[in-house]
């Protein structure tokens, strides 16, 4: 998928434990976007990045942190995960901020 | 919120035909795009098509942009089975929400 590799690509985890889900890029894109998909809601955007420590909350970050310490690598983090995080998590990348973004092949996860 | 909305949320044609499907959204824009999901895939862009712009082609897909009744709408000419995908628009924001909004989509299905 166009350079965005994502990991892992399924998990399961139990309520209340911490969560990394990892995004690498490898075309230099300076932005880069966690985002969830579930039914009846679209995408929507968790977190974003315009460049190396440089992030900013999107409409669903509330029980999420990032963290970009290279361009080539955003970090999602779910600090004590919930059932209601249960869902597939897509990373995407893009050189102009939301313009043709380059979408990674998403995480399913599921907190029981 | 800026959301878009796709319609129909299902379409099933016979390979060879023409598939239409159409997006409304809610606010001004800058531009909008049009992205394909294949089951269990991540998004791939298709086509940006700006505020300014009323037409744009890209192989056998024809994006019409209405801005005046905030409505755009994507045409498939010539369909194959493997178009069977999900279809998604996508908006930003001209308020300065650093969000791109995407909507439910569009289920296609092309029978061989």
């Known amino acids: 998928d166009a350079g965005i590799t994502q990991s892992p690509r399924h998990k399961v985890t139990e309520t209340g434990t911490p969560v990394t889900l990892r995004c690498h890029q490898t075309?230099?894109?300076?932005?880069m976007y966690w985002y969830r998909q579930d039914p009846g809601h679209g995408l929507r955007l968790i977190h974003y990045?315009?460049?190396?420590?440089?992030?900013d909350k999107g409409e669903v970050s509330d029980g999420y942190s990032v963290s970009r310490s290279k361009t080539e690598d955003f970090l999602l983090t779910l600090e004590s995960a919930t059932s209601s995080q249960t869902s597939v998590y897509f990373c995407?990348?893009?050189?102009?901020?939301?313009?043709?973004?380059?979408f990674g092949s998403g995480t399913q996860l599921s907190v029981l | 919120s800026q959301q878009g909305e796709e319609d129909p949320q299902a379409l099933s044609i016979q390979e060879g035909e023409n598939a239409t499907m159409n997006c409304s959204y809610k606010t001004s824009i800058n531009n909008l795009q049009w992205y394909r999901q294949n089951s269990g895939r991540g998004l791939v862009h298709l086509i940006l098509?700006?505020?300014?712009?009323r037409e744009k082609h890209s192989g056998r897909l024809r994006v019409t942009l209405d801005t005046s009744k905030k409505s755009s709408s994507l045409l498939i000419t010539a369909s194959r089975a493997a178009d069977t995908a999900s279809y998604f628009c996508?908006?930003?924001?001209?308020?300065?929400?650093?969000?791109?909004?995407f909507g439910t989509g569009t289920r296609l299905t092309v029978i061989p």
């Open positions: 098509i700006r505020s300014n712009e």
């Open positions: 996508a908006t930003d924001d001209q308020t300065g929400a650093n969000n791109l909004f």
């Open positions: 995407a990348a893009a050189t102009g901020n939301n313009e043709k973004l380059f």
């Open positions: 990045s315009y460049g190396v420590k440089d992030t």
């Open positions: 075309e230099n894109h300076r932005y």
